[in-house]
Each structure stands twice: as C-alpha cells, then as structure tokens.
C-alpha cells in the first residue's frame, strides 16, 4: 500500500489541464459511490476503467493503479473490495502532490 500523499511527476505541458482533470475525476467518485450504493457493478467496471486510463494517460500512476483495482473489484462484484478501493481513490484525489516535468 502506498504513502500519501503519493507524488506523481507530470508533464509540465498538461498542467492547464488538471483542474478540469480533478474536476472530472471527482465527479467520477461520486458517481462511484452512486454505484456502489446501489449494487451497479456494470457502471462500476466502466468508471474504474476510466480511471485507470485518464490517470495513466495524464501521467498518475497511482490513480491508474487504484482504476485498475475498482474495475477488477467490480468484475468480481465484491462490494467490500469496492467500498475499499473506492475510498482509496478518494484519499488519493484529495492528497496527491503533483511536480512537473520540464
């Protein structure tokens, strides 16, 4: 299990992007929670995959790797897995520490 805050190295061109990124990202959480409330797994597998994607693709390896953790979480259809992770992904969007590449 990783330290947080986890500090995630980005490049310094996609820094105009992050607010609408985390903006996104949060508004993804709480369609998680909606989700999960509700025994969604289908929806839960498609928004850990976003995760997983976005957060490798703009750089976060650790939001990658917690997406990863949820999709698979909710293939299984464990929600005690999921309430986990979940809640991982959220403490991760509130403490990441981001330092910019070049």
Sequence with gaps: MPEYPEVER????LEELLD?????????????????HVRDFETLVRLGHTARG??????????????H????????????ALEQHVDTLARYLDTVRVEFDG
């Design 69 to 80: 953790e949820i999709e698979q979480a909710a293939l299984k259809r464990d929600p005690d």
């Design 20 to 36: 609408r990124f985390f903006d996104v990202s949060r508004q993804d959480l709480e369609q998680m929670r909606n989700a999960l």
């Design 10 to 13: 980005i490049p310094s061109d």
């Design 54 to 67: 976005t957060g490798s693709g703009y750089g976060f390896k650790g939001m990658g790797r917690i997406g």
